[in-house]
């Protein structure tokens, strides 16, 4: 295993690295489907950077209670600074997401969010975290991704491609990310038992917002 990129260096700046890059896109990406997460009571939110979401989801849901994970403390503590309004109902862990393990005793899980966060691991890495999640998500569960994608035809080709690969570039030397392609977490959520319940593409396809859901419990 490459040891955990560090994002600490860029936790201040990270907001504004990203409206310099994509403008409103990624937050526009980000809470897409904030309506639908309405009734959920339990979110497991993973590598959600400076916290912004995660602040407006305590905001729009007052009855969430939120478990964050984040390798980063730097982020952490942005996170927290952010949250600071509704921190009896947040709980975080400084932990690298890729040999963490989720305590099997906590409430099951109706919610995973995970806003370009995936694309920091592997394949592999992201099946194996997925059968771990879904070991821990309740029946109906739902998992927020927002991700970059690389669609195909011309504008893979010429507009995507190269941007995603700009991107590892940029974060590989910022940060010692050592991944340098998309994985392919699709597969990964299917193979572990989620459904793609919507999917919304922006900026040609070049990111997407999707959610997905464990299978509903079956009662006799």
Request: hydrophobic share 50%.
């Amino acid at each position: 295993m490459n040891p955990a990129p560090d994002f600490n260096p860029l936790a201040r700046l990270y907001r504004w690295m990203e409206y310099a890059s994509f403008g409103p896109w990624l937050w526009w990406c980000r809470c897409a489907f904030l309506r639908d997460l309405q009734g959920c009571r339990h979110a497991l939110i993973l590598g959600d950077g400076d916290g912004r979401f995660t602040a407006k989801l305590l905001r729009t849901n007052p009855a969430l209670r939120v478990h964050a994970v984040d390798a980063s403390p730097a982020m952490l503590h942005a996170l927290e600074r952010r949250a600071a309004a509704n921190a009896a109902r947040l709980r975080t862990v400084h932990a690298d997401l890729r040999a963490w393990q989720p305590a099997f005793d906590a409430p099951p899980y109706d919610l995973i969010v995970t806003h370009f966060f995936l694309d920091c691991l592997t394949t592999d890495e992201a099946a194996v975290l997925a059968l771990n999640l879904h070991a821990v998500a309740a029946p109906g569960a739902r998992w927020l991704v927002s991700e970059f994608a690389i669609p195909p035809g011309v504008a893979g080709l010429m507009l995507a491609r190269p941007i995603v690969a700009a991107l590892y570039r940029a974060f590989g030397w910022m940060t010692g990310l050592a991944v340098r392609r998309l994985p392919d977490y699709e597969a990964a959520l299917r193979a572990s038992g989620f459904s793609l319940m919507k999917s919304r593409s922006w900026l040609g396809g070049l990111l997407l917002s999707q959610l997905w859901r464990t299978a509903a419990e079956i009662r006799p």
